[in-house]
């Protein structure tokens, strides 16, 4: 990171696809960054970028390897998630840069294992953590200390997304609803509560559904992840002894706090930017001001990794069956 009186930060953004655009309009409206290159396959997303841009890593660490283009401070991987491990280890072995990598790093904790055995990846690698700082997340975490409600007793969270209807080649960029969704989730919960383990997990064949049951250290929690939806909705509704809740709704950024059943705080958002812009606007004012933030370092990472592996030696959750036919309208 170069220090504060040397000009913006400079970054190199990886992919320039749904996410890959988020990163760059954010990162345009800042004075304190600057994207000064761009890699894509696609030959219209590189004419578009309006900087600099290469069809793949090999040509920038080429041209970095002659002199012909300087290093950025930073590397921003807003790729794939199986390509995400790969092109990490390769930035940390052929630049000097950072890495901001979009989550999840990998689900695999014994990857990161290794990842972590070299000795400069923790100083180095940053995960996106986006959704744990939404606008109404961290709200809800404001409003839970100030009133010392402590953590919740119990949790459900439901994050639905309508990726059914992609084509194939562009639903794979997403792995699976837990691969996918569980990696917010889990980093939104992060912040109310300490311990999360998995007891039980069930997802449909084709990982369009998948329903996890959670432990924590006061008290249990569900998190759904759903593709089959006409649109996007996520919510998530935590809930103390004594009829106090918090109601979360990320897709409008907005909350709800009751207290013996009565609502005391509302929360809204001022509308002035979509909900994806809002996270990663928040994201880099917390990288920027703090990038050893737990909610952003690579310990974070492996601990979510250890979760959705859990996942998969986890038993199922008994009362679900994947074999109920989805009705179609029309």
Known sequence: ?????????????LGLGVIGQVHLRTLAARADATVVLAVDPSPTARETAGIPAYDGLDAVL??????????????????????????VERLLAHTDADVLSEKPLTEDPLALDA?????????????????AFSPEVGWGVGLVAARGWGEPAAVV???????????PTRRASYVSTWVDSGP?????????????????HSAAPDGSRSVTEVGFATGAGVLSANWHTGDSSKQTSLRWDGGREVLLDHTAMTGLALDGGTPVEHFGHDGTVDRKTAHYRAMYDTYLRDRDHPLLSLAHAR????????????????????????????
């Open 1 to 13: 990171m170069p220090a504060a009186d040397t000009g913006p930060l400079t970054v190199g953004l």
């Open 62 to 87: 080429g041209d970095l390897r002659s002199g012909l283009v300087e290093e950025p401070d930073l590397f921003v991987l807003a790729t794939p998630t199986s390509t995400h491990l790969d092109q």
């Open 115 to 131: 990842l972590e055995s070299r000795g400069d990846a923790a100083a180095r690698v940053r995960v996106v953590n986006h959704f």
């Open 157 to 167: 969270s439901t994050f639905n997304d309508p990726y059914v209807t992609m084509p």
């Open 184 to 200: 917010n989730q889990l980093g939104m919960l992060a912040r109310f509560v300490t311990g999360c383990e998995v007891r039980a």
């Open 303 to 330: 601990s979510t990794a250890a979760l959705l592996w859990q996942a998969a030696g986890a038993p199922r959750v008994a009362s679900l069956d994947w074999r109920q036919p989805l009705t179609r309208l029309g």
